[in-house]
């Protein structure tokens, strides 16, 4: 039987040093992480969050509060809160999430009193509802990420009761809503340490983990069937209470 030690030491060092390109290659794969592209959108405030900015005041998703309302406010999104909510006081100047085309300026899509709807070129479009007055933008405008586009508002136009921002990303079809939460680049984990409403979702103690946490939540059609009619549910299951500007 042949040892190692009768291969001409040519052969050895070529052998050696594939051995050293294979180990570098290998670390050069696991060392970039997979789908290391960035979410593809920013937040629709500039600056830093903060009592005094902006904070983030309901998630997307299966929360409690859109359950509560799920055959009424949001009948529509087959039951869930179909954006997130960001509070922040009237008067918050707004910016574009990124790159678009603004195609509706208070357009048929809910979230009064205002609202504005961009399409962008990845396929995905922004709406920006509850503003304080109509966008003084006209459609058709093109507008960078960053860009300001509107003021945040209060969907009771009271400035007081409730003021913030609802954004939801939908395709261009607008039929479609999806979780903006891994479309924007946004330190999430640490937005969501402020607001009782954050993480505050809506078990169905029939399938529990479920629609648990910031990332994990449906997209929705609307119109469809309501989809968080849960015969077991926690926290305990009220009366549905009546209708709120979403
Ligand atoms: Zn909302």
Redesign the pocket.
């Known amino acids: 039987m042949k040892s190692i030690l009768t291969i001409p030491r040519r052969t050895q060092n070529r052998l050696r040093r594939l051995a050293w390109l294979a180990l570098a290659l290998a670390g050069l794969l696991m060392a970039a992480p997979a789908g290391a592209e960035p979410p593809p959108f920013g937040m629709p405030f500039a600056g830093q969050p903060g009592p005094d900015t902006w904070l983030l005041s309901?998630a997307y998703g299966n929360t409690s509060g859109a359950y509560r309302q799920r055959n009424s406010t949001y009948r529509l999104g087959q039951g869930i809160?179909f954006?997130?909510?960001i509070s922040a006081a009237c008067g918050t100047t707004v910016v574009a999430i990124g790159d678009g085309v603004v195609a509706a300026v208070d357009g048929p899509y809910g979230s009064a009193p205002h609202n504005l709807m961009i399409n962008h070129p990845n396929g995905y479009a922004s709406l920006y509802?509850h503003l304080l007055e109509r966008p003084r933008i006209a459609v058709g405008t093109r507008v960078e990420r960053g860009q300001p586009v509107a003021l945040s508002g209060d969907p009771d136009e009271t400035c007081y009761s409730r003021p913030?921002l609802?954004l939801e990303i939908r395709d261009l079809t607008y039929r479609r809503a999806f979780n903006p939460i891994p479309l924007i680049d946004a330190d999430w984990d640490n937005l969501t340490l402020a607001g009782g409403f954050g993480r505050n979702f809506q078990r169905d103690l029939d399938d529990p983990r479920r629609w648990q946490d910031l990332e994990d939540q449906p997209d929705i059609v609307f119109g469809g069937t309501i989809i968080n009619n849960f015969a077991r549910t926690w926290p305990p299951s009220f009366p549905n209470t009546p209708a709120l500007g979403?």
Request: glycine residues 22%; charged residues 20%.
């Open positions: 309901q809160h954006g997130i909510d509802g913030h609802h979403r």
